[in-house]
């Protein structure tokens, strides 16, 4: 069974009169978001990390251990942990605390992220981007074994016989490599033997088949089990179709300029918004048409996990809490029996 998830990256929201919300109160509001979703039968929620102020979460494991305190049988995780500017025991660390406090709920997504700003924050240098990724997620592979590790790279400190505590209950650390469409970086998760999510955030799904074809012949080839594949895709859920695109798209595009506008893209248009939706990775509209897209695009990719970004800039709690109520309540049901036809 497909498993459906929720992806959040904390961004700082208004309140309902437009005021900038604090982002103290954006970290209490994604807990209470998080029981929802367990609430509502949603099977995982992740959360972002990032090192600006328009994002409230820059240390997304202990928001987790606090959703993990609030919350019985929703999986746990990252979306994505920056592993290029941390330390790779330092993240197993954290993450395996996760998974005691959340009685083995937790995930890691790995990844080389979209920005930049905690490279030169932690002191790394941008030349090595490449580099850092490589190595530190050869030594975090080495560390899911849960046995001392000795290892050695150009970057980092060696290790000689190194154990690494807390270790998991389960012995098992569930790991995803996030990729945005290198096949390079496909076929690196399929030789680690690590699930794959695919972040999918513009264009149509059907253009990333071939990234999974890659990734499971590789798999093939190197003898190894058949691994998940999930993907990463924002949007939002509302009452009607109508009333989810107008809701959106304020907040759609507050996100999307400020973010253009660091990386000198133009102003994003109504008209852009509304084609992503109607042909691109915008999961955006009522029950039913996120359902049935969502379906479509698990067929086509042959997905295990499907993961809605439902946090929009600054949308409102309150219209994010409506949208992870649908998703839970009506979207998810639909999907299973569209898939189960």
Known sequence: MVELGLDTFGDVTVREDGTRESAAQVIRNLIEQAVLADETGVDFIGV???HRDD??????EIVLAGMATRTQRIRLGSAVTVLSSDDPVRVFERFSTVDALSNGRAEVILGRGSFVESFPLFGFDLADYEELFAEKLDLFAHLLDEKPVTWE?????????????????????KTWIAVGGSPQSVVRAASYRLPLMLAIIGGPADRFRPFVDLYRQTLAQIGGERLAVGVHSPGHIAPTDDQARDELFPHFKANRDRIGAERGWPPVGRGEFDREIDRGALYVGSPDTVAHKIADTVRTLDLDRFDLKY???PMPHAQSMRAIELYGTRVIPRVRDLLAQ
Not at 160 to 166: C, E, L, N, Y
């Open 55 to 60: 994002f409230a979460v820059s240390a997304p």
């Open 153 to 173: 790279g150009r970057l980092r400190a060696p290790l000689k016989s190194a154990d690494v505590h807390p270790k998991t209950e389960s012995g098992s650390l």
């Open 311 to 313: 946090s929009n800039g």
């Open 48 to 50: 972002g990390e990032h």
